[in-house]
């Protein structure tokens, strides 16, 4: 123990024990798939058990961040002793989880935001974020199997622990080795080892599928929609969480086609192709 002011990668500190120990531990694990399969249906139940939005419904319509959290830590404790959470918290960090509707691409994002220099002593802050945008397209209308991580997934509940598992072994690697990759060998290695993952990507169904399949909606596509009272005419020009259309207008801004557009951003389920 010291008694002077510590920055947590100070050599000697009591971050630097935990996060030498969670780097051995996340070294030597090595979970049974049969273990993997109990834990994963212990953290399923406890989490429909208990969250007061889950409504007991594995393919939930509403969720909130106090969600992950638990996901998170039964996790931690079932199949890491805790040691992500104690890592986090040696280093005097926060450990934060957000729904993010601006993810439109990967099922989830941890980031880890470094004190600037005004706050010295102050540490870094971690957030593991879930897209909303993937989670809730998948398992929606379009009905394809689900595969994350390599595993088949049967419901929302089941990709959403996958989500999870791929990114809290992102913040363990941030913690243990400083950076994170999960086109690494090591990622690679861990995840098989404590996940049972035998990929690092899911094929959850992404906003941009769910427009395509469901709805016949793809950038280029000619839509027609309803803008108060009005029946609007353009063409899609991209597909996050809303789609991009651009309707010609004499008072748009110019684009390089040497015409003129509005620019409307409108809910997938509003448009209707127009054909021809
Ligand atoms: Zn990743």
Request: net charge positive; glycine share 6%.
């Amino acid at each position: 123990m010291t008694d002077r002011p510590t920055r947590p990668n100070d050599p000697g500190t009591k971050s630097d024990d935990a996060t030498i120990r969670l780097r051995d531990l996340l070294t030597e694990t090595q979970h049974d798939g049969g273990v993997l399969d109990r834990i994963f249906r212990q953290v399923h139940e406890s989490v429909l058990d208990q969250s007061p939005y889950l409504n007991d419904n594995s393919n939930f319509t509403k969720i909130g961040t106090n969600d992950l959290a638990r996901m998170f830590d039964l996790y931690d404790s079932l199949l890491l002793n805790g040691k992500i959470r104690t890592a986090v918290e040696a280093q005097g960090s926060k450990l934060e989880f957000a729904l993010s509707r601006r993810l439109t691409r990967s099922g989830g994002q941890t980031k880890r935001t470094r004190p600037t220099k005004s706050q010295a002593f102050a540490s870094a802050r971690y957030e593991i974020a879930v897209s909303v945008p993937v989670l809730f397209a998948t398992f929606s209308e379009v009905d394809r199997p689900i595969r994350a991580c390599g595993r088949l997934c049967y419901n929302r509940l089941e990709a959403l622990q996958r989500i999870m598992e791929h990114e809290m072994l992102h913040l363990a690697e941030m913690l243990g080795w400083d950076r994170s990759n999960c086109a690494a060998r090591r990622f690679k290695a861990l995840s098989l080892n404590i996940f049972g993952h035998t990929e690092s990507h899911h094929q959850m169904i992404t906003p941009q599928e769910r427009a395509i399949v469901h709805f016949g909606v793809k950038p280029g596509a000619r839509v027609t929609f309803d803008w108060e009272g009005k029946q609007m005419f353009g063409v899609v020009n991209s597909i996050r969480r809303r789609v991009t259309v651009l309707v010609p207008s004499a008072t748009g801004i110019p684009y390089s086609d040497g015409k003129r557009y509005e620019k409307f951003y409108v809910p997938v389920e509003r448009l209707k192709p127009v054909n021809g």
